[in-house]
């Protein structure tokens, strides 16, 4: 470790990362807005010398840590997701710089795994360069370090990475969007149907049942014709919180139409459909709803429809025949659920 100082186990994130005589991490405790103005930057690098002329041209515009080999290096891509952008010596001690590459690029972690990585290499050492390449570095600069060249990389593959990271987000934004209700933050009818096909696909597969529950607020309409339509918002949202509390994790929950919410349950015959769907009926006609000017208490209808009892192989005829139910136990009285067709048996309970 020769005069390192550096100390990866130190409690404090800013304690460590000095050369003796350099002081290579520049971000003092307290300023906050420097440190989220200057990106980090891991400078994975055994010999003082070298990390000295690697930090003196980036500590102007980047915050920087060291690490003394791909050991210490590791432990602080684990502890530090603030880092941006590595650059790293080949030859250290306990972990090369290599096998650091290939370390990063197995990640479990997508944002240790996409970082980019700058490969410290002799000028000469073209088996070294073409190893590193292979491993997945984004570039390499050589020794002797030339300041300009080295900022000029580094601004370009920090550059390149905020810009995937940011197009990342907004795709996740966009699919997002995509497929959840406004209002509710539930999933929408069509990421219904998306996730609808996977868990059939996957009850197919594994030879299980599954079943689809429509729930259709009673007399909706005369919430909105007595409270006004926000009164009406206030009820859908708080009726889309309690499916979400009453059905278990893998159970997808989504408003399918104005008044209308799905659930899809995978694993689950009719009997245990029914068992849900009259928990709920009785659970929604026991609250009571805030429409902001007087509490009001409200009903609903459920249809169900099971893959593996009913005859309907697709989302889309599940549906249906849940909807069927639906207008049964509707024409029936409302308040109520139906989970089988007549002649099949009569409503449940
Ligand atoms: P039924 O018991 O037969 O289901 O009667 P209903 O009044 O619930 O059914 P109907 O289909 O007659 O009316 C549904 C109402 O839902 C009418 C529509 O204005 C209201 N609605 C649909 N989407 C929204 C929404 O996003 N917000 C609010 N506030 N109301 C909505
Ligand atoms: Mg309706
Ligand atoms: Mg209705």
Known sequence: MGNRTVSASTESPTAYGGVSDVPILLHARDEDEQVRSHPCILLVENSPTTLRLLSKPLSQRYTLL?????????????????IELVITDILMPHLSGHELLVKIRASDDAQIRNLPVIVIAGA????????????GANDFVTKPID??????????HHKLARTIHQLELSRRQLTEQATTDPLTRLKNRRAFFQEGRQSLALSERSRTHLSVMLLDIDHFKR??????????????????????EMGRTVDTVARVGGEEFAIILPDTGREGAAVLAERIRAAVEQSVFDTGTEPVSLTVSIGVATFGTD?????????????????VAKKEGRNRICTRDQGDSTTWP
Not at 227 to 241: C, F, K, M, N, S
Request: hydrophobic content about 35%.
């Open 223 to 244: 919430i909105n014709d007595t409270y006004g339509h926000q009164a009406g918002d206030r009820v859908l949202t708080t009726i889309a919180e309690l499916l979400g």
């Open 124 to 135: 000469e050492d073209k088996d070294a360069r073409d190893l590193a390449f292979h491993n």
């Open 311 to 327: 005859s309907a192989d697709s989302m889309d005829t599940l549906l249906k025949v849940a909807d069927r139910r639906l207008y």
């Open 147 to 156: 300041s300009t060249e080295l900022q000029a990389r580094v601004r370009v």
């Open 66 to 82: 060291s690490a003394n080999d791909g050991i210490d290096a590791w432990n602080l891509l684990q502890t530090h997701p603030e």
